[in-house]
């Protein structure tokens, strides 16, 4: 089994691991997505019709709604949110939306995360030490 | 973080449960940022009445306890803490539904309208000033160059930052309210000057003008940049307030952009030399007949020319854009078919009932309304959708399950709203 190390730095702490999700598309926690499933609805989107829930989403960087966070608390609170969030760039949308999130998150990698992990990968998150390990499917 | 002894005070609950709470949060905001510190702010908007998921809020408050949605809804508190005053002088957004029309003409639940009642009453109590707007700088919270503020909304985010000069981030419903009972904010991103500088040139080939072509000039490079700050540069004819809405709504729907510089226009781009800040900066694209092309295109999704409903009004108009359109509907009536709404915020619609363009509105059969948006009627998933709103037009299918939306034209909306038929283009 091939496995491959990311290391960038916590935004939120915690553990987690689970299949990955991976876009290349920026994406928005709010006005985009249905929280009584977690699928995405924004038109053009790559993930459109696919659900955040239950996996370990990989997205370059948050876009769209300053409603951001709150999309992203009604997604923990409905259970549909994702298990963890590798994030290639923070800004403030995706930081403030993995704390009320409350899920462990990473971002600054040494690598680009949406280049290197692919959707069905096997990723563990240790955002304490800011570690992503992959395992390919 | 490095914190300060009275935010370390407020930290440790010297001044309530409340700002003890904001504090908590606002710490974990920063660190998620990698902030080193805070920067007072005194200038806030909310994001308090947009309860965008009312059922999930009856499902996590079954008492419907106001302290108790607030905590968790507000400040991500699983205690519930009692709000007294808040300490920064404080506007908010829409309460979502509009109290005369959310039944029979939004069509929302009695979950979301008694949320809104609440809300309003909520905020009115611990000080907030109700202005319930998308654009609070037409409705009595205008900043002034270089004052921090922590601000919500995707599309009053870049005119405070690009066009007032003012420092915000693009803010959420959680830290705003934090920052509103404890004046504080992240010294991050758009606070500090260095990060403010311009660092992607968009070669502007084909000159905007009107809305429309700011609307589609802002939804096309948001779409491309990333979360650069895009210099839009070879700008002919200077635009108005009334065109920056559209285009800074447009930048904040298909991307990111909470910052831009329009050389000789705003007020940090005097010159490329001061909106790159003297940096060489190498990034470029080019916005022509091609790349404006495809921003419609992707704008305009409706196979069917047949208009059910033509929406307005967002960001909430300007009363520059509402006489316009009572100029234009005047003497005409609205199609049998077809619905026209025209939203804004209370304190322009006071103006617009002075001077008698409701009436016009009106009397053509449309309707101006406050404190809500087009985003927040359940509409028909089949109607076809008209709008002078790139920002609507882009999330009618994500956030309604409206596949069918058509931007256009003030012009043609209008024309739409009266034939029944869309003849827009892209001419």
Same mark, same amino acid.
């Not at chain 2, 008492?63 to 968790?72: L, P, R, V």
């Not at chain 2, 080939?205 to 589609?216: A, I, K, S, V, Y």
């Given at each position: 089994m091939k496995t491959l190390t990311l290391k960038g730095r916590k935004v939120v702490d915690g553990t987690a691991e689970g299949e990955a999700l991976v876009t290349k598309d920026a994406w928005a926690a709010f006005m985009a997505i249905d929280v009584d499933t977690g699928v995405v609805t924004e038109a053009g989107h790559e993930l459109r019709g696919k659900s955040v829930a239950g996996k370990i989403l990989v997205f370059p960087r948050s876009k769209g709604s300053s409603g951001w966070s709150m999309g992203a608390q009604a997604l923990r609170f409905a259970g549909h949110a994702p298990l963890a969030m590798v994030v290639s760039e923070i800004h403030a949308q995706s930081a403030l939306g993995a704390v009320v999130m409350r899920v462990p998150t990473v971002t600054d990698l040494d690598m680009d995360p949406t280049e290197v992990i692919h959707t069905g990968d096997w990723v563990k998150v240790d955002a304490g030490k800011g570690i992503v390990e992959i395992t390919r499917k | 973080m490095k914190l300060t002894d009275d935010e370390k005070s407020m930290l440790d609950g010297n001044e309530g449960k409340a700002v003890g709470k904001a504090m908590e949060l606002l710490v974990k905001y920063g660190e998620a940022l990698g902030a080193g510190r805070f920067v007072d702010t005194n200038n806030v908007t909310l994001l308090s009445g947009l309860f965008m998921y009312p059922e999930v809020v009856k499902n996590t408050v079954k008492?419907?306890? /106001? @302290?108790?949605? *607030?905590?968790? $809804? $507000?400040l991500d508190s699983d205690e519930t803490v009692h709000v007294d005053k808040i300490k920064a002088f404080t506007t908010n957004h829409i309460f979502t539904v509009n109290n005369a029309y959310w039944?029979?003409?939004q069509r929302r639940s009695h979950t979301l309208a008694r949320l809104a009642v609440m809300t309003e009453a909520y905020c009115r109590a611990i000080g907030v000033n109700n202005t319930a707007t998308c654009s609070p700088y037409i409705a009595g919270n205008l900043p002034v160059k270089g004052q921090h503020c922590a601000w919500t909304e995707s599309s009053a985010i870049p005119f405070a930052n690009a066009v007032i000069g003012a420092r915000t981030n693009i803010e959420g419903c959680h830290s705003a309210f934090a920052s509103a009972l404890t004046g504080k904010t992240p010294y991050w991103g758009m606070h500090i000057e260095e990060n403010r500088y311009g660092n992607l040139i968009v070669d502007v080939?084909? @000159?905007?003008?009107? /809305? $429309?072509?700011?609307?589609?000039l802002g939804y096309y490079v948001a779409g491309v940049c990333g979360l650069k700050i895009p210099i839009y540069r070879d700008i002919r004819r200077p635009p108005t307030m009334s065109m920056l809405m559209p285009f800074d709504a447009a930048g904040?729907?298909?991307g990111s952009i909470i910052m831009y510089h329009i050389v000789g226009v705003t007020p940090e781009a005097a010159t490329l030399e001061a909106a790159t800040g003297n940096r060489n900066v190498t990034d470029r694209i080019r916005y022509g007949k091609k790349e404006r092309s495809e921003a419609y295109r992707k704008l305009n999704r409706s196979k069917s020319d047949k208009v059910d409903i033509v929406f307005l009004g967002c960001p909430h108009y300007s009363i520059e854009s509402i006489a316009n359109v009572a100029r234009l509907i005047d003497g005409k009536a609205v199609n049998v078919n077809t619905q026209l709404y025209v939203t804004t915020n209370r304190q322009t619609k006071v103006l617009a009932d002075l001077g008698g363009y409701t009436e016009t509105i009106a009397k053509a059969g449309g309707l101006l309304l406050a404190d809500t948006c087009g985003l927040e009627f359940n509409h028909d998933p089949s109607a076809v959708i008209a709008t002078d709103s790139p920002k609507q037009a882009h999330y009618y299918p994500g956030k309604c399950g409206v596949e069918n939306a058509l931007y256009g034209q003030?012009?043609?909306?209008? @024309? *739409?709203a009266v034939s029944g038929k869309w003849k827009g283009e892209l001419r």
């Open positions: - | 008492n419907f306890e /106001m @302290d108790e949605i *607030a905590s968790k $809804f $507000f039944k029979n003409i080939e084909t @000159d905007p003008g009107n /809305m $429309f072509e700011w609307g589609l904040g729907s298909s003030i012009e043609e909306c209008i @024309d *739409a």
